[in-house]
Each structure stands twice: as C-alpha cells, then as structure tokens.
C-alpha cells in the first residue's frame, strides 16, 4: 500500500502519537541552556551516578540473558500443563507498581530479608547497594527479555533443529550453531529493551537501594531539593546518552545483519 493509500484519520492519528513522543524530548532538549549542561557534566556527582547506572545495567542486562534465555526457550518448545501460568507469572512485573515491588524486593533482599539475613552473613548486601540496584532493574525489565526471546525461539521452524539433530548434533550444539544464530535479532531486540527498561528504573531501585544513587533518583532529588532548573541539565544528559547508545546499538544490530 503506498503512502496516499492511507486514510487521512488514520496519518493525523499516527502523527499525533508521534508528537505526544517526540514533543516532551524536544522542548526539554531546547529550553535547557548549553552552559547548565556543561556544568552538569563537569559535576561529580553527575558523573558517578551516569557511571553507576550503566554499570548495573550491564549487570542486570547480562544477569538477564543468563537467566532469561533458557526460560524463554522452554516456555517457546515446551509443550507441559501450566506452560502459560509460567509465563504469566514472568510478566507480573509488568504490572505491579514498581513501588510496591521495591516493597516487596526490600522483604526479601533487604539486611533482614528472607534471603537478605543470609547474604548479610556472608558479607554480602542488596540495601543501598550496586547488587540491590542491580536487583531492582532486573525485577521490573527481565519480562522484556523474555518476551522477545521466546518469540525469536518460536519463530525458529523447529524442522531446522530436527535436522541438526538428524546429522549428529546434539542439543547443545543445534542451539548454539542452528537456533541462536536464527533468533539473534530477536534476542537484541529484548535485550536493547531490558536494558533501557532497567537503566530508566526508579520506583522499585529507589526503595531497595537508594544509594549509589542512579540517574532517575539523582535527577528525582535534585527536583525535589532545588527544583526543575536543577533537575534538567541531568535530564538532558541522560536522554543524551541514552539516545546515543540505543542508536549504537541499532547500527550494530544491521551491521551484523548485513
């Protein structure tokens, strides 16, 4: 269908989305003046905070595909009662509050938590730390990964693993030479999302570990101690960063394509 094929209700609805997106990004990125920003990214504080909160991403997102893909394949070539409750239950983040999964995170993992007690005599703890940031990211974006994994898997033809099979190739290796390499991009694709889903976390991180403060709870305070004039240049450098790195990634995505 080209272009003119389009009714005009359905290009000045699609436009409207596109604005209610891009308008917020657009007028924060303009009225921030140049020198507030510079300022910002010169501050320390700034700094750790930005180093922080990637290095948990990488973390939880890494945490993520190590967890995530084998439950992701199961769900999409299993075929056993409750294989949908299961995913069900994978996506409950999706929906819970992500203050009240703070609240629930923080009884499990905090320093008198079910599993926080033990790890605290281990000399290991989530509350006001990387590991409880990591935690908290992990919680609220791991369905994204999920999600799109089992459908890269599912849309494997399982005929192609079959074969592998038939030639001599065991499990291991037709997942790693036959599936992987044709559910890839899916994969990317949800990783690109956990990621971002994780770094942008703040209800749930903000409770298990407010401190090292992470970029949205840094941008969260400076808002609420000095105001939107102090919040902003962090707020752009965010976005900043954020945008550059998705549209690396995007690159790198059809670049392996290709």
Known sequence: MSRDAFPAGLIIAASLLVLFVVLPLAVTMLSTSLPAVLEAIVDPEVARSLGVTFLAGAISSTVGLILGLPLAYILARGNFPGRETLAAVVDLPMIIP????????????GRQGLLGRGFSRLGITFADSLGGIVVGMLFVSLPLLVGASREAFAAVHPDYEQAARVDGAGFWGTLWHVTLPLAWRGIL???????????????????????????????????MGFGLASAQPVTVILIVVVLLLFALLRWLARSLDA
């Open 98 to 109: 992500h203050t009240a999964a703070g609240i629930a995170l923080l009884l499990v993992f």
């Open 189 to 223: 694709s949800g990783a690109i999302m956990m990621w971002a889903r994780g770094i942008s976390e703040f209800g749930a991180v903000v409770i298990l570990a407010y401190s090292p403060r992470i970029m949205p709870v840094l941008i969260y305070e400076r808002f």
